[in-house]
């Protein structure tokens, strides 16, 4: 059960009206890394969680971003008035009203024409929300890192969202809800952390022959060494034919077929073969010459 109090969590003081900066703010309500995604990714997981404490705090974070979800979407709503009520009363010339909502180059045109200033459920390119940005898997050591991750693009959006703008009421706010994000990044590792085992996620080990087997695959210059790839904590495999066939196979994929299956499939193959020999007259050929015919190309002459 849901009880809304309208006192915003955090006081939200806008000095000026700016469409392009309130469209470049959807990015945190209506985007991927946004308050509503999180909201719903810890909502969902709360929902089918079955540890108590992980629930409540699931559950207590989930509510706590659709209260961010409201104070970005005021700030929104109120960097859109002043250009609101020009757009809706036509109060200026047509290519004045142009020019006031593409501002700095930002299409905020979107949110005006099409929302009337409201905060609209799209990121600041003007894409939908959509559930895919929700990508709960249900099972917490997977969820709780992927949480993690969330909080923390969240974290850098916020940042980059401040050092666009010079309104410190907005800096502020901005401010608050980037804080918040680190709170809940350390929550959520405290609650990963506190199960024991939480490493590799799920129930099923790693096979040991490959658990700690790092291939170097991309070699030349640029090679680099440290603790992710260290002789200390890998088993380095850099030698190319070392690196196919792990398993000691041959390498080579098989399928095991019936009779009825391989017979059809052998027809197929005898029907689709290709002819090596064969060079054909085709649509590219009619098309690149008058007489219908390729140039051959030039042999390069040695100097």
């Known amino acids: 059960m849901f ?9 939200v003081r806008v000095r000026e009206s700016n469409p392009g900066l309130a469209n470049l703010l959807l990015e945190q309500f209506g985007g991927p890394q946004g308050e509503l995604a999180a909201a719903c990714r810890y909502f969902t997981q709360a929902l089918g969680e079955d540890d108590p404490g992980r629930k409540d705090m699931l559950l207590d974070i989930a509510t706590e971003e659709l209260s961010h979800l409201e104070v970005i979407g005021t700030l929104v709503a109120m960097l859109n008035k002043g250009a609101k009520g020009k757009l809706a009363e036509g109060v200026d010339a047509e290519a ?12 905020s045109h979107v949110t005006q024409v099409l929302y009337g200033g409201g905060p609209a459920l799209i990121n600041s390119a003007g894409q939908l929300w959509n559930a895919g940005y929700i990508d709960t898997i249900g099972e917490p050591s997977a969820d709780l890192r992927s949480n993690i991750a969330a ?62 087997t790092y ?6 210059e640029g090679d680099m060494r440290g603790s992710w790839n260290s002789d200390a904590n890998f088993d380095v495999v850099s030698d190319r034919d070392q690196q196919c066939a792990v398993d000691g196979g041959d390498g080579l994929a098989n ?37 219908g015919t390729q140039p051959k190309p030039k042999s390069r002459q040695k100097r």
Do not use: C
């Open 3 to 11: 009880a809304h109090n309208k006192r915003l969590q955090y006081t």
């Open 96 to 107: 004045d009203l142009y020019r006031s909502l593409h501002g700095a180059g930002n299409d």
């Open 151 to 212: 909080e923390a693009r969240a974290k850098i959006v916020y940042e980059r969202l401040i050092n666009v703008t010079d309104d410190p009421g907005v800096k502020e706010a901005l401010g608050f809800l980037m804080t918040r994000e680190v709170a809940h990044q350390l929550s959520f590792e405290k609650a990963l952390y506190s199960m024991q085992p939480n490493f590799p996620p799920g129930k099923l080990p790693g096979d040991p022959r490959f658990a700690r």
């Open 215 to 220: 291939f170097d695959m991309s070699q030349g």
């Open 255 to 291: 399928v095991g077929l019936s009779r009825e299956e391989l017979e059809a499939l052998q027809a197929m193959a005898a029907r689709t073969t290709s002819q090596p020999d064969a060079d054909p007259m085709t649509g590219a050929d009619l098309g690149s010459g008058v007489d």
